[in-house]
């Protein structure tokens, strides 16, 4: 029986073809012999699938099969690249057994017509409509008339593709398809002609399957509605009827869930589970290109989102709160956390079931706030609850005002002005809503006198006597009243006393204030400084600072110090509420340049020194800051100035001045020497404080005199001794005549000043005394005379 | 003074007022002209249509032919409006189905439909019907088209056969109201000439 098997053939005895458009599969159904089947013989089949266009073999395909003896036909599958619509395909097959190498006879060709063999009345896209994911290949055919041809075919946008036509037929394959911002892509075919049968139109999406929901989770708030959330998951480029659709189901549940689903950041869906307990709780997520689902499943007691509470009240004292609240009843218990907000910013948690705060401050709110969670099997904590604030009930004040006082004489007594405020240890515990003033002589117990003022007032004036006083002054809210701030006023001669021959020392400004010391003194217990932010007005915003025992400096700042203003400090030491005028301050927060320059009334004027007059300089406080002294600048008009003793002074316009200073503010004059006589000097005189002093904008003018000196010296050596030689040449005879005589008289003649021989008053000439050079005897009067 | 004359100018202006603050789609309430020719091509090539300016039909539907204002004068508009309402909701509807949420041309469908039916309402009460009718919706058409691309090629084509129709509408409300405007004048005339000569 073998050997008769190995040369026998079992052909194929029918085959039958149909297509599944849809899937665009070519379903092949055939069958062997029974004798074949009855062997139950392995056997080898070899399809071929044909392509009317391309003529030729488009598929191949081997086989195997161990055929039974069920009789039921063979079945093949085969998925068209092409859509099956468009031309006609054709299958035939063969066989072998396994046994034989011998094949069959191919059987028949078994055709399914497409389009290519009918004549339609316009050319016709395959797929017409599609939705494809994205990454994926797609193919389209147009089938045009018959006797066109196919002219156009491609894609709205244009978008890369495979493009084949063969007369009738075109093919056109999109390989990796992408989404592109186009929501439709379309398809154009067009014949060989422009009427509208000409054209045919197709158009496919591009999208993807849905996300598998991601955070899919369900939960309760009142253990009979259940809802589920999960977030949607990314684009899948399909609206629409085409967007995801969500179902879901309850494995555990015989009745569907109705729920409409909404969807914004997240998805959610709420139904009535009514007694249901235990959910297994699936999601599906479907669109035309897939499905994806989640599941969740839970006890439903386990799942408790317990609703915020609500309608919070509570109880309170002076320094505790007892915070209540509501809650929905769902049957199960709760366990809940309050949150308390304090005045300092910190925040407190209290895990309780009803909270008690203790150690609070009298008058000061506290915000709280509640949420609540299941006490057995916890799931998360409910949304909190609206915040409630609560103020704490008022206590008595605590603490002390800090007070303080500025006397002023007056006849018969002194107006004395009180101020307070609310020291930092000072806790008002509620709202004050007076202040009492009380006076009393101290000497005598004499009925004090009060007055209470509303609290918007901090300050107050009385009259007093020269008597002793004692002044208190407390605070008063609902409850009660603080202690007492107590002052003793001194008599008025003491007062007088005190103080009165103290000197102001002048203190410096810095950046942030004016810095104030003085010295300690043991016996006080306290020191207070006092100013006015204002000094100018009245009232001038009195202010006071309170020290420590210990402290013997300050730096006293301010928002109102301003530069330019004197401030006036007074320092008082206080020991069993009596206070001391120690010592006196003066200063500005920061000096400015004097207002204006001295005014120079007089100027004195030689050939080489001018000397300038200015008048007083006031220097109280009126000025901006104290005067140091002055400087004075001077300069020739046509050149820079370098004067002996003077320093350089170089100007904006870099022309150089010669500067003096005077270092003394009660200086009212200066010489500046060593100038030059017959030139033109500007000069100015300008005062300068702490704070500089301004820019020269003026000069004074002035002309030194020639120098007479060298005048009279020109007339001793030069004109006098001209005018004599000139008197003497127009006298020159009588000149010569007096000096220089031909013959000079005997009385004039050295020759008659001799000793020995004088007759009276007559000298006597010996000839042997003298040696004459010529002796002439002249007759002439001259002789006579002589 | 013909009365006659002087109510269908008014009224025609009126609405023609209302027509072009109300109708004309995507352009924020301000009068203006129809759409341009640069917008109708930014249409076509986002729907893709683009190819032989397919949305471009000589065949507009027949509720879109004309405007004639005839005897009935405006109230044949609101036949008109009632349509293009309709046709309005349908276009979005399968808009949605192709854009995502919030896209610019759903926007601006869903403010042309809400000047539509605005300008009806103002038809409505100018002229309000003689006896209360029930609510009448429009049959479905026996050709509407199913398949994506035939939607949207019937969409673009009603819009644009839409905008011709206002055009045109402009034209002819404008020529009446130049027309009333002249009888009035004559009519003031005649009426100031002195009586004898």
């Given at each position: 029986l073998f050997v008769l098997l190995e040369s026998f053939v079992f052909p194929v005895t029918y085959v039958n073809i149909s297509k599944d458009l849809v899937l665009q599969q070519l379903l092949v159904e055939w069958d062997v012999d029974k004798s074949a089947r009855e062997a139950e013989l392995a056997m080898s089949f070899e399809i071929q699938v044909h392509r009317t266009?391309?003529?030729?073999?488009?598929w191949t395909e081997f086989l195997n099969v161990t055929l039974d003896k069920s009789g039921k036909p063979l079945h093949w599958v085969w998925d068209s690249d092409?859509?099956?619509?468009c031309m006609s395909h054709s299958v035939r097959i063969r066989s072998r057994a396994e046994v034989s190498n011998i094949w069959s006879q191919w059987s028949l060709w078994k055709t399914v017509l497409g389009l290519d063999t009918s004549n339609n009345h316009g050319p016709q896209i395959f797929p017409n409509e599609k939705i494809v994911e994205e990454g994926s290949d797609i193919s389209f055919c147009c089938i045009g008339r018959e006797g066109q041809i196919v002219k156009d075919f491609f894609l709205v946008p244009t978008i890369p593709a495979f493009n084949h036509t063969n007369g009738r037929l075109g093919l056109l394959t999109v390989k990796n398809v992408t989404h592109h911002d186009s929501p439709h892509i379309m398809v154009y075919c067009q014949e060989s002609?422009?009427?509208?049968?000409c054209y045919d139109h197709a158009g496919f999406f591009v999208g993807k399957p849905p996300d598998t929901p991601h955070d899919f989770s369900c939960q309760t708030q009142d253990t009979r509605t259940v809802t589920c959330t999960w977030s949607p998951g990314g684009d899948t480029h399909l609206y629409g009827r085409h967007s995801p659709k969500y179902v879901l189901s309850d494995e555990f549940s015989q009745n569907p869930i109705l729920c409409t689903v909404s969807c914004s950041e997240q998805c959610s869906c709420s139904w009535d589970i009514e007694q249901q307990k235990i959910c297994n709780i699936t999601l599906t997520v479907e669109n035309p290109l897939g499905k994806k689902t989640a599941t969740d499943s839970f006890d439903v007691t386990h799942r408790i989102y317990p609703t915020a509470p609500f309608q919070l009240w509570e109880e309170c004292t002076d320094t505790e709160i007892t915070l209540y609240w509501k809650l929905q009843n769902i049957g199960i218990e709760l366990f809940c956390q309050t949150e308390v907000l304090q005045p300092n910013g910190k925040v407190e948690v209290l895990s309780y079931g009803s909270v008690t705060l203790r150690g609070l401050q009298p008058y000061t709110e506290y915000t709280a706030r509640v949420h609540c969670g299941a006490a057995q099997d916890f799931w998360r904590w409910s949304e909190w609850s609206e915040a409630q604030t609560i103020r704490t009930k008022e206590a008595a004040p605590s603490g002390t005002l800090d007070i303080w006082r500025e006397i002023k004489p007056v006849l018969g007594g002194r107006n004395v002005t009180l101020f307070w405020k609310q020291a930092p240890?000072?806790?008002?515990?509620?709202?004050?809503?007076s202040y009492e003033v009380t006076w009393r002589k101290?000497?005598?117990?004499s009925e004090p006198e009060s007055i209470s003022l509303l609290s918007v007032y901090n300050s107050t004036r009385i009259f007093i006597d020269s008597h002793s006083y004692r002044i208190s002054i407390v605070a008063k809210n609902n409850v009660n009243y603080s202690l007492p701030s107590v002052l003793i006023i001194p008599t008025g001669t003491e007062e007088d006393r005190s103080g009165s021959e103290l000197e102001e020392e002048w203190v410096n400004g810095t950046d942030d204030g004016i810095f104030i010391s003085w010295e300690p003194r043991h016996i006080y217990d306290s020191y207070i400084i006092d100013w006015c932010n204002v000094p100018a007005l009245r009232p001038c915003d009195f202010q006071w600072k309170s020290f420590g025992a210990n402290a013997s400096s300050a730096l006293i700042s301010s928002a109102a110090f301003v530069p330019g203003v004197r401030y006036n400090f007074h320092i008082y030491g206080s020991v069993a509420n009596r206070a001391t005028l120690l010592e006196k301050k003066t200063g500005y927060f920061k000096e400015l340049p004097p207002l204006f320059d001295p005014v120079v009334e007089n100027i004195e004027l030689t050939f080489n020194a001018v000397t300038l007059y200015w008048d007083s300089y006031p220097t109280n406080e009126s000025q901006p800051g104290f005067l140091r002294g002055y400087h004075v600048y001077v300069s020739p008009l046509q050149e820079d100035c370098s004067l002996e003793g003077s320093k350089k002074h170089v100007l904006p316009d870099n022309s150089v001045l010669c500067k003096y200073s005077i270092d003394n503010p009660e200086e009212k004059r200066y010489t500046v020497k060593h100038l030059l006589s017959n030139t033109k000097y500007k000069l100015v005189v300008k005062a300068y404080t702490g704070g500089g002093e301004n820019p020269i904008v003026n000069f004074r003018y002035i002309d030194t005199p020639f120098n007479l000196n060298i005048l009279y010296l020109l007339i001793l050596l030069v004109i006098i001794p001209t005018l004599a030689a000139a008197i003497c040449l127009w006298k020159i005879k009588w000149v010569q005549e007096c000096c220089c005589p031909v013959i000079p008289h005997p009385n004039k003649s050295r020759v008659l000043s001799f000793k020995e021989f004088n007759i009276g008053s007559e000298k006597v000439l010996k000839i042997s005394d003298c040696i004459p050079d010529m002796l002439v005897v002249d007759s002439k009067a001259e002789a006579q005379k002589l | 003074m013909r009365r006659d004359g002087w109510l269908p100018g008014v009224l025609g202006a009126v609405t023609k007022g209302l027509l072009i603050l109300w109708a004309v789609p995507g352009q924020g309430g301000r009068p203006l002209q129809p759409p341009t020719l640069q917008q109708v091509q930014a249409l076509e090539k986002d729907q893709g249509l683009a190819i032989g300016h397919l949305c471009r039909t000589n065949r507009p539907p027949e509720w879109l032919r004309g405007p004639s204002l005839g005897t009935r004068g405006l109230r044949g508009l609101r036949g008109t409006m009632t349509h293009m309402a309709q046709a309005l909701q349908d276009i979005t509807r399968h808009q949605r189905d192709l854009n995502p949420p919030g896209a610019e041309i759903l926007r601006r469908l869903a403010s042309a439909h809400l000047k539509v039916r605005g300008l009806l309402n103002n038809l409505e009460g100018l002229y309000p019907a003689p006896s209360p009718q029930p609510t009448r919706r429009l049959p479905p058409s026996p050709t509407a088209p199913t398949k994506v691309f035939r939607q949207k090629l019937e969409g673009c084509r009603i819009l644009w056969s839409y905008s011709r129709f206002l055009v045109k509408l402009n034209a002819l409300l404008e020529t009446r109201r130049i027309r009333a405007h002249r009888e009035r004048q004559r009519a003031h005339q005649g009426s100031r000439m002195p009586t004898g000569s």
């Open positions: 266009d391309v003529a030729i073999t488009v092409f859509p099956l619509e002609c422009n009427e509208m049968q240890e000072f806790q008002a515990n509620g709202k004050i809503i101290v000497e005598d117990a | -």
